[in-house]
């Protein structure tokens, strides 16, 4: 009985090893076929330092991939599916990633300069220390996000979603916010200098030592805000929401301090 017992899990084993050495010689097949070209689905493959200057990969599923340090410098992913990949240092300047599923992705120490994002759903991605100055994200879901130490000077978010995202020290010098939602959101030490925000949505948002120099917050929602040491120097703040908001040392436009 207990000889016939561990010949089963022997055969059990070597059944569970034969599956797993067909699935990953069909996974090698896969990466094989997808870089030369005969396929653009290639999901949870190890596409790790892939070179993909320029490929057209619209509609691709990539879903889970290995991307890390992967080139797709001007590369076409509109619509690509990319949820849960790992994208850590890769290249992705003036990539067009419209409408692009990157839910749960990796992008920390990626480039994004000039890379297209509008209406890409991003939501609970991490961004953290990515360089995506004047990338356009326009209608875009960054909600529950992370983009701290994210460098995106002139970037262009009008009406994105970044609703409970956090964005500690983010970089948005001259970047255009309008009518986004940051609702939640944590901008600590944020820079905010000449950003325009105009009719955004930043109620309950956390902008402790944020730095908004110049900014245009004309109709912004700061109901509940948190501006501890926030700088509103030279700033439009006409007929902005500031009911409940905290104020602590903080700069108004005319220069005076509150409380």
């Not at 069909?26 to 320029?54: E, I």
């Not at 978010?157 to 940051?182: H, I, Y």
């Amino acid at each position: 009985m207990v000889w016939s017992r561990r010949r089963m899990i022997r055969s059990g084993s070597l059944i569970a090893l034969a599956l797993a050495a067909q699935i990953m010689a069909v996974r090698a097949d896969q990466r094989d076929d997808f870089l030369a070209g005969r396929t653009r689905d290639c999901p949870r493959c190890d596409l790790a330092g892939a070179h993909l200057k320029r490929r057209d990969l619209s509609g691709a599923n990539l879903a889970g991939a290995n991307l890390k340090d992967a080139n797709l410098h001007d590369a076409r992913l509109v619509g690509a599916r990319l949820g849960g990949a790992d994208l850590t240092g890769a290249n992705l300047n003036k990539a067009n990633l419209a409408r692009a599923d990157l839910r749960g992705a990796t992008l920390r120490d990626a480039m994004l300069y000039a890379a297209v994002l509008d209406a890409a759903d991003a939501a609970g991605a991490d961004l953290t220390n990515a360089l995506m100055g004047t990338a356009r994200l326009t209608r875009s879901n960054l909600s529950k996000a992370r983009l701290d130490n994210v460098d995106l000077r002139k970037g262009r978010l009008a009406e994105a979603n970044l609703v409970d995202a956090s964005l500690a020290a983010v970089a948005l010098d001259s970047a255009t916010l309008r009518s986004a939602r940051l609702d939640g959101a944590s901008l600590t030490e944020a820079r905010l200098i000449g950003t325009e925000l105009i009719g955004a949505s930043l109620a309950g948002a956390d902008l402790t030592d944020a730095n908004a120099l110049g900014a245009n917050l004309r109709g912004a929602d700061l109901t509940r805000a948190t501006l501890r040491r926030t700088n509103f120097r030279r700033a439009n703040l006409y007929e902005a929401k500031l009911d409940e908001a905290t104020f602590d040392n903080t700069v108004m436009p005319d220069g005076t301090t509150l409380p």
